[in-house]
């Protein structure tokens, strides 16, 4: 059986305590020996993690076949770390429980740890029946107890014997069961390959493996291995050993990446890879030594005297457990010292070194010392280094989160009160959910009147509405206290913007809006409300009447601007004037009043329309001024468009 024929791919991990015989019920199903290091063989147990292919036809289905790739763990809990590696991307756990040995300690630590990781399917498979005539009975109506109150309460219990082959058949009938009612992995187009194994090869270079899941991978496509921003690019794929031009979410996967040395554990190779570190694409996710998440603590591992029992402290180190990576760091509470057994909190995990992560995904946290599982948790802030662990709004946001499904919508909807304004986009490129996913939840958001959709941004609307009254308030108390002044200056308007709205683009769209719904308009490099007209202070008033009568004597031949400008009063007085369009700013050193200016408008005109383009001489004559008159008006004129020069003529240009 090939993936070309059509075969559905799988993941499928084992799990439970050392010697109950998950080997060799892996070698019984699928002919294959997981063990392959020299210790493994030596000692008798699994150390690393084993990899085997195991092939089906769906017994009421035959034209439906399964390609699962099974993970082999370590259940000695000196390797537990190693069994995290390999559980993370699954869809279906086969947990062992040995007859003659029944619920063990590492079978309720892999029990807890396939609960963080929220694993979706589990099968137990009681192995070594024939050892235990009359007690397989007992430790299954044993093991249903223990499975009480989890997410795995209805999980299948079949009693097995790779001796006799017992319950094999009835095991693998059960696990397709399951996978029929179970999607297969969908095509995000976020492709992440986590790498859980890597060696070089003679003449190729260095091959990676790993499960992979969000995407596709192929031939030939340009890939970034993360932490790290290391570009190359596949030469080649394999499935099981099969060669491969392109590979699904649910494939077992082994890609060569030529010019990527191995990781030395030394300064040598510093970009050399090493497990822990992901296969993906350019713009995927982010590499982060600070991210904040909702942790839960169960209560099932509490035991007395236990050394991981008891309540998790803030300040704690531990160790975190995502994809196949393990990584040292601190954790710490916004609201609390600490987080008791049964109980869930907002925590900012500070890490030693980076890692790798996409919003939404799971993780398990474990001691410093590795020797107990902790807690588990999911990440809701790949970069929390922006904000301050107390943040209000971050403590919202999580507690959100944390009460929430935790799925799309809630995702959008927690992320838009925090974050008051989103580009789905760049939401899209951190977490698990697509842009068509998040544009549906986002499009149910706008219709319900949460959000507003403003070019590429998804705005809270009662935030985005408030923001523009809050400036539309600021531009009517300048009005107020500033009648004189034409109105808000627009670059003071710009930075109160900018402070709001984390775009330039919505700076601009905030105010085109505020001239449709408050009224506010750009005059110049001011905003200002429709019905504001510019008003002289009381103080003014007297020197205003003053200016106008001086202009009023002779109006077509007012005095010079340098002998009425001569104060700060007089000047505040001369530019109110001009904005009340009672005084026209005719050049540097004339100024006149709007009628007069009008009047000789008028006249130019009139001439020009009448004797055709004219000289300066001749409009001067014609309109009984002063060069000191003509020439500043007509070079105004000019620069207005009404008058248009060529050479040493003007003609009327104005429509």
């Known amino acids: 059986m090939s993936p070309a024929s059509h075969s559905i791919p799988f993941v499928v991990a084992t799990a439970g305590h050392v010697d109950h015989g998950k080997s060799e019920l892996v070698r019984a199903l699928t002919n294959t020996d997981t063990d392959r290091l020299p210790e493994e063989k030596r000692r008798g147990i699994t150390i690393d993690l084993g990899f085997a292919r195991w092939q089906f036809k769906d017994p009421e289905k035959p034209s439906r076949e399964y390609d699962l790739g099974v993970v082999d763990v370590p259940g000695h809990e000196d390797f537990v770390k190693n069994m995290v590696s390999g559980i993370q991307t699954v869809d279906l756990a086969l947990m062992v429980v040995a007859a003659d040995d029944g619920w063990m300690p590492q079978t309720e630590e892999h029990l807890q740890i396939l609960q963080y990781l929220a694993i979706p399917n589990l099968v137990i498979a009681v192995t070594k029946a024939d050892l235990a005539t009359g007690e397989a009975a007992f430790v299954m109506e044993m093991i249903r107890e223990e499975l009480m109150q989890t997410a795995f309460e209805q999980a299948p219990i079949i009693a097995t ?204 946290l474990r001691d410093w010392s590795q020797q107990g599982t902790i807690a588990g948790g999911r990440i809701w802030d790949a970069d929390a280094t922006m904000r301050k662990r107390s943040d209000t709004s971050q403590v919202a946001y999580l507690d959100q989160l944390m009460l929430g499904a935790g799925d799309a919508g809630t995702y959008l909807k927690a992320r838009l009160g925090r974050d008051k304004g989103l580009r789905l986009e760049s939401l899209a490129s951190i977490g698990q959910w697509t842009l068509k996913q998040l544009a549906r939840e986002a499009a149910g958001l706008t219709r319900d009147g949460t959000a507003v959709k403003r070019d590429a941004w998804l705005l809270e609307k009662d935030w985005w509405e408030d923001s523009l009254e809050a400036m539309a308030r600021s531009v009517l108390e300048f009005h107020k206290t500033k009648p004189d002044k034409p109105g808000f200056p627009i670059e003071t308007a710009r930075r109160t913007l900018e402070e709001l709205f984390p775009d330039q683009a919505l700076v601009s769209t905030s105010l085109a809006e505020l001239q449709k719904s408050h009224q506010i308009d750009r005059a110049g490099e001011c905003l200002c409300h429709e019905s504001h007209r510019v008003a002289l202070p009381d103080r003014l008033l007297p020197l205003a009447d003053q200016i106008l009568k001086e202009l009023a004597k002779n109006p077509t031949e007012p005095p010079a601007r340098k002998h009425m400008d001569t104060s700060r009063d007089t000047g505040d007085t001369l530019r109110c004037l001009i904005r009340m369009d009672k005084v026209v700013d005719v050049g540097p050193d004339l100024i006149m009043l709007t009628s007069a200016y009008e009047t000789l408008v008028g006249s130019i005109r009139g001439h020009i329309e009448d004797k055709g383009p004219s000289t300066v001489s001749d409009l001067r004559q014609a309109l009984g001024v002063s060069r000191r008159i003509a020439i500043p008006l007509l070079e105004r004129l000019d620069r207005v468009g009404l008058t248009r020069r060529e050479g040493d003529l003007r003609h009327w240009s104005a429509r």
């Open 161 to 364: 014997s790779t001796k006799t082959r017992e319950g094999l058949d009835t095991l693998q009938d059960t696990v397709a069961d399951i996978l029929r009612s179970h999607p297969p992995r969908p095509d995000l187009g976020k492709p992440r390959l986590a790498i859980d194994r890597l060696f070089s090869v003679k003449g190729m270079g260095t091959v990676v493996t790993g499960s992979l899941e969000g995407g596709t991978l192929e031939t030939d496509q340009a890939v970034q291995v993360q932490p790290g921003n290391i570009a190359t690019k596949i030469r080649s794929i394999q499935h099981h050993h099969d060669q491969q031009a392109r590979v699904l979410p649910g494939m077992r996967t082994a890609v060569n990446l030529p010019g990527v040395p191995l990781h030395q554990g030394n300064d040598h190779t510093p970009n050399g890879i090493k497990r822990g570190q992901v296969v993906t694409l350019k713009h995927l996710g982010r590499s982060t030594s600070c991210f904040d998440a909702v942790v839960s603590k169960s209560i099932r591992l509490e035991r007395p005297g236990g050394h991981i029992s008891g309540p998790l402290k803030g300040g704690t180190r531990i160790r975190v457990h995502l994809g196949t990576a393990n990584v040292a760091g601190r954790i710490v509470f916004p609201k609390r010292s600490m987080l008791a057994p049964g109980d869930s909190s907002p925590a900012r995990l500070q890490l030693e070194h980076d890692l790798f992560v996409v919003e939404g995904d799971y993780f398990v």
